[in-house]
Structures are given as C-alpha cells and as structure tokens.
C-alpha cells in the first residue's frame, strides 16, 4: 500500500518498448500538426484521416445507427467526428472530447496592403494572445483563403515549402534601440507595427507606389485576385517551417500551434481506436483562442444540435443523452518552467514528461469564470486513467492571482454536461515556437482512450 502521491516521469518506468511507441506516435503527430497550421489545416487533415478509416460525411436529419461512422464538417473551420457506440445513447450518454484548432497567429486586415520607401507590406491585427515582441524577425508563412466576387474559393499557402519565400517583420537595430529597450515589453513592439515585408521590386510602368502595383501584379497572376478581394479573404501569417525534436535525446518538440492541436491529434487517434460501446464524439473547435463567440467557436448551438440529431435519430431523449453524457475538455496547461519559477506552485504545477495533466479549475480572482469540475467528475477520469495504466499528473495554472485564462470547458458544463479539463504541458505557451513532449502527447492519446473505453 502506497500512501504518498509522487509524480511519476513517464521515461522513469516506461520501458524500451513503450518509449519506441511514444516517439512513433509522435512522427504522425508531427505530420498532422505541420499540415494543421490553421483551424481550416486542422479540419482538412482530420477529413482526410477520417475518409482513409471510411467516416462518411454526416448531416442534420441524416438516419444513424450502431457501428456508424461519421463526421460533420462546421463551415471548413470546426469538425464533429462520431462513433455511434452499441451502447444504449440515452443511459450511457456520450463520450465528448473538445479541443481547439486556433492558435494565436497575425491575421491580415481587411484593407492591408500598403508601400513605403520602396517596401511593400500587408498590415496585421494578431489574433488571440501574443506578446508582439516576439514575432518580427522570424520566417513567417501566409496561409488561408481568398473568395473571389461571385463566390470562388482560392487557397493561398506560401512560405510553408522550402522552396518558397517566406515573409519578415523587421526589428529595430540595437544600436539605434536605445529608447526602444527602454520601454516595457508590452510597449516597444505595438500591434500598428507588426507589418510583414511582401515585396521590394517596383512595377516599371508605375510612377507612384510601384512596388505595391508590382505585388498586385503578382497575386493576380497567381490567384485572380484584385486588391479588394482582400477585404473577402481570411489571409494570416503563421510561423513557417515544420516541427522539430528538441535535445539530444529528442524527446521533446518545437513546433507553432501545439496549443491546442497536441490534444486534438490524441482525441482523434483515441476516438479511431476505441472499442465501439459508447458514442464517442471528438470535436475540433475554432475561435477559442479570442472567446470561443461565433457560428463555428463553443458556443455555437451546433453542438446542441449534433447532440439532439444524433440522439433523436437512434430514439433517445436528447436532453438525457446530455445528462448521462461527459467531455473532456482537452486543452494545454502550462508547464513548470525553471526560469521562471516564481509564477508556479510547484506543488500543484505540471511538469513535462510526467504524463497529460489534469486541471480540476481554470479562472482567476478565486476560481471566477471557470467550470471546476465535480470530485464525482474528477474521480471518475481517475479510475479511467489509473485503470490503464496511463502516467498522468494533476496541477492547476500558476500562481494564485498572478494571471489566469480558461478554456472551452465552461460551454460545454453549462450544457448540462459533466465536464473536466485536461491536456498536454506546454513550455513557452502562445509563443510563435512551443515545446511539448513526446511522453506527454503519448501520455494524451492513452488517457483519451481509456476515457472512450471506460464503462
Ligand atoms: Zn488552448
């Protein structure tokens, strides 16, 4: 009988054998997450996924049964993966697991293509949380989707490819910084400023504003677009290149955007493998990085309405699926970092490589404006958890009244459905590059199916 808790690192027990398996996951994690850069990335590539294991596109009204198969796609920019279980729906309710396919990124702005000093530039507003001095300097793709006047769709994709250019939002010189370093972090890069280089080579034939008439030039002939078309576009730079292993031992990765696709992966890979008894639901959401508002964010009613098709369609009472039902919001928690010690209770902090980690609460000033999950919710993930075997840890964000934040949890509770978050440790979080470990995204994929495969 043990009567200590200590937490466990995962590469402590983990044989030759289970550690071979956590960095081959980890290979498909990372093709997954470099074609997923974005939520519209993220949705084509589990369409893709879903298609090779034979899902088939579901829509409202569609007839289910045990043993299907499906997916709905939400506008390209959120999907419902289902599993219809041979369980009963309306007594055993549904397995939902919820993460996010946003990260926080530079969008361009509507009117945003301008020259100055013989530089032509597209103008951004960041989306989600950043700290802006963290992303001039760096390679930059342009990603996302142009609709043309009568509604034809171009996707635009540059700087991802090592052939490509890429895009660069310059910094000021030190030797010319002396007022700028002295500014506060949140002042010396402002969010006007954050304007990415597109093009240097003026049009002959223009007098005025030649490099911008050049840029036109060029993205009209390679996506028939004019310069009001950006106004119809939703365009963004995303840090370019793949994700690489970080270390010598390779154990960790450096990637944009494990927040939140390090737990989107895992609930899909989970949701493939589970053994059929429960309906298992796997929804990769949008918008949760700025509130998780709008058609294809949490709180769109579309969730509401899966539910209440799917349960109506094999005879249950949609709002007795909701009740019986449970979710796992899985969302990245921070890890505790060394350098910056002072933020975290190390006592109730994650650590990378001891497992995914349960976080019971979110919020800020006393627990406001978060789903803290019931110790009945929380046991139960537990008995899921301990039962196979999985290295997990339970930790909270930082700090009391040091910060705070949340995640889609809330949306779901206030459903009417049991709900407990947990997710991947992650170091430098809304950082252009995060780092999260191969044990913790293997550590992820084993929760998630012990929580499907649990009865
Ligand atoms: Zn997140």
Redesign the pocket.
Known sequence: MQFEYTKTNYFKVAGEEEKKAAFGYAEGYKNFLFSSKTERGAVATAVKLCEERGYKPYMFGDKVKAGDKLYFVNRDKNIFVIKIGTNNIGKCGMKIMAA?VDSPRLDLKPNPLFEEAGLAFLKTHYYGGIKKYQWPTIALALTGVVVLRGGKRVEVNVGDDENDPIFYITDLLPHLAQEQVEKTMSKAISGESLNAIVGSIPDGEEEKEGVKAAVLKLLNAKYGMTEIDFQTSELCFVPAGKPRDVGFDRALISAYGH??KVCAYPELTALFESDGKDTVMAIFADK?ETGSDGVTGMQSRVILDIIDNISQSLGANPTLVRYNSKCISA??CSAFDPEYASVYEKRNASFIGCGMSVTKYHGARGKNSTNDASAEMVGYVRDALEDAGVVYQTGELGRIDIGGGG?VAKYIANLGIDTLDAGVPVLSMHAPYEIISKADLYSMHKAMLAFCNKH
């Open positions: 996010h927040d939140d949760e969302d990245v995640t």
